[in-house]
């Protein structure tokens, strides 16, 4: 079956940075758009960032263009994001799926604060 694991959170002061990998399995990861996404503690789940099968065409939410950066390796069938200069509002759960599942996996947790 579909399933996502992700990894990589941490509690990082603000002005750090992390990465977070996801491991995909159970599907074509070859010819999937990836995408990542995240929950703050009482708020809905929202877009952070989204990679096409390419590698090439990547998209971002507003709140992290310029800071964060998604890859993709289709031989390992993982997908990353790449976290730079990290905020306070960056807390919360990240979870990565692909655009076309409805399965979510358990997340990895992420908590900037000084």
């Known amino acids: 079956q579909v399933q996502f694991v992700e990894s990589g959170g941490d509690l990082v002061q603000p002005g750090g940075s992390l990465r977070l990998s996801c491991t995909a399995s159970?599907?074509?990861?070859?010819?999937?758009?990836m995408q990542w996404y995240r929950q703050a503690p009482g708020k809905e789940r929202e877009f952070v960032a989204r990679?096409?099968?390419?590698?090439?065409?990547?998209n971002y939410a507003d709140s992290v263009t310029g800071r964060f950066s998604i890859s993709r390796d289709n031989a390992k069938k993982m997908t990353f994001l790449q976290m730079n200069n990290l905020k306070p509002e960056d807390t919360g759960v990240y979870y990565c799926?692909?655009?076309?599942?409805?399965?979510w996996g358990q997340g990895t947790q992420v908590t900037v604060d000084s």
């Open positions: 799926k692909a655009a076309e599942s409805t399965t």
């Open positions: 159970g599907f074509d990861f070859r010819i999937a758009t």
């Open positions: 990679i096409d099968v390419t590698g090439r065409r990547k």
